[in-house]
């Protein structure tokens, strides 16, 4: 592994390119990068994530530093606790959403924020020149058990909103866990909430065999067909370290997190208006209108949570938002939280009689399309230049390039930071427009890699 970190801090497979020495010399260069603890550690359900985090807590105590851990518990959680009960930083064992055989490390500041990328830099340069801090024999840290963090988490979130209002709703919900973290924490809270709570998948497992950890609109399908045959008011669906949530209306129809979260943000900005608020470039437009609408200042970000969190905390932003269903709610920590978003979504159906979907429905409407081409590592950001020249709009370049072709229709074309792939997105009001406008750009990225080889071929 020779950059340490990608998107979403350091992955990778246990046993394979993720070794006991590996993690522990992580543990050795949080240490040094830490200074001074306490830290807290936290760790989903995998079944790596046990052996992970022992290896990082031996590496953190040899620095020196003390280690308390939190155990099992959803990603958000563990930075709420970081912030709330004042650790110097935090580290957590999540793979989040990729399949069961990842694993991954996340590193947190004291305020529960993982932290930039110019210290993921610093943390790498210590780990590539093995500058670890060393301590003697009666310095070695040790590791304790913290039991607060799941109670502080939920105390902070139904904090947040009008419990009474929300018990008043008696709403009825169904949640699909994933066999995901958020198992020792959700349930509890809708449970405080007054909400009748039917859970689908809600046991931790580490091979998610239920639908997978990602949550989608297509993986959700069964938690959207009981909510619509049983007469509930809503679904939600998380992801497998519970950042993320992904909801259903009472008919059982599922919306990316930008569209619900469009209408999370109507209500936030009425009590608020003109509060700043953060999107990827990839959002839908409909967040751009519904923040006109209140008079606030929109601030785009690159494709990426991290991204999102510090954009949020350098504007003083209130609310953040993801497509992939990570929401992210300042007054409690500028993180992705799918309790918070929950809660959220709780207190909004609270406000009037109106049902999630009359909800939904009184939204302009807006179509997107999502597809992706296979591209040579060394070619995407040529690719992507020439994409960029060859178009004719308004072009934006904060995350690959994004085209607006017309008021109401735009294309955004970026390299993957994961994969050897070229991403196309592309929105409009009409749904023809948006298949067209895709088909046309696929054709424009395939015939530019198929130039590229052939170049470089006769080179
Ligand atoms: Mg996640």
Redesign the pocket.
């Known amino acids: 592994m020779g950059k340490l970190f990608g998107t979403?801090g350091i992955r990778g497979v246990p046993g394979e390119d993720m070794s006991v020495e590996f993690v522990a010399e992580v543990g050795r260069a949080l240490g040094t990068y830490f200074k001074k603890g306490p830290i807290l550690l936290g760790r989903d359900g995998r079944a790596s994530s046990l052996a992970v985090s022992k290896a990082l807590a031996s590496g953190l105590m040899f620095s020196g530093l003390e280690v308390r851990d939190a155990e099992l518990v959803p990603?958000p959680c563990l930075q709420y606790a970081v912030k709330k009960l004042g650790y110097e930083g935090g580290v957590m064992v999540?793979a989040?959403?990729n399949p069961p055989k990842y694993n991954g490390i996340k590193v947190m500041g004291g305020d529960g924020v993982e932290v930039s990328r110019e210290d993921e830099l610093k943390i790498e340069e210590i780990y590539l020149e093995k500058k670890f801090r060393k301590v003697k024999w009666d310095e070695i840290g040790e590791v304790k058990l913290e039991h607060r963090a799941i109670d502080e988490y939920l105390n902070g979130v139904i904090g947040l909103v009008n419990a009474d209002e929300i018990r008043r709703g008696d709403f009825r919900l169904i949640m699909d866990i994933g066999n995901g973290a958020q198992a020792v924490a959700a349930p509890h809270m809708a449970e405080r909430l007054g909400v009748k709570v039917l859970t689908l998948n809600g046991n931790v497992d580490p091979s998610f065999t239920g639908r997978g950890?990602e949550p989608t609109p297509d993986t959700l399908s069964a938690m959207r067909r009981a909510v619509k045959e049983l007469g509930y008011d809503l679904g939600v669906g998380?992801?497998?370290?519970?950042?993320?949530a992904i909801f259903c209306d009472d008919k059982g129809e599922a919306y990316w997190g930008d569209i619900t979260g469009a209408l999370i943000l109507d209500y936030l900005l009425s009590k608020s208006p003109g509060s700043r608020v953060v999107t990827t470039v990839s959002s839908s437009q409909l967040i751009g209108i519904v923040a006109e609408k209140h008079g606030s200042k929109l601030i785009y970000t690159k494709v990426g949570?991290v991204d999102v969190s510090r954009a949020m905390i350098e504007h003083g932003a209130l609310f953040g938002i993801e497509e992939n269903g990570?929401w992210f709610y300042s007054p409690h920590i500028p993180v992705?939280d799918?309790c918070m978003s929950t809660a959220l979504i709780l207190e909004v159906l609270s406000k009037g009689e109106d049902s999630l979907s009359e909800r939904m429905v009184s939204l302009p409407k807006f179509y997107k399309m999502k597809v992706k081409v296979e591209c040579p590592e060394g070619m995407k950001g040529e690719v992507v230049d020439k994409v960029a020249r060859a178009s004719r709009g308004r072009i934006e370049s904060v995350d690959g390039m994004k085209v607006w072709l017309d008021e109401r229709s735009w294309v955004l074309v970026r390299a993957s930071g994961t994969e050897p792939l070229i991403r196309i997105y592309a929105e409009s009001d009409d749904e023809p427009t948006v298949k067209r406008i895709v088909d046309e750009y696929k054709e424009i990225v395939e015939d530019l890699i198929k130039k590229n080889a052939g170049s470089s071929r006769e080179a």
């Open positions: 979403n990603t999540t989040s959403h950890p998380y992801d497998g370290d519970g950042d993320r949570s990570g992705r799918g």
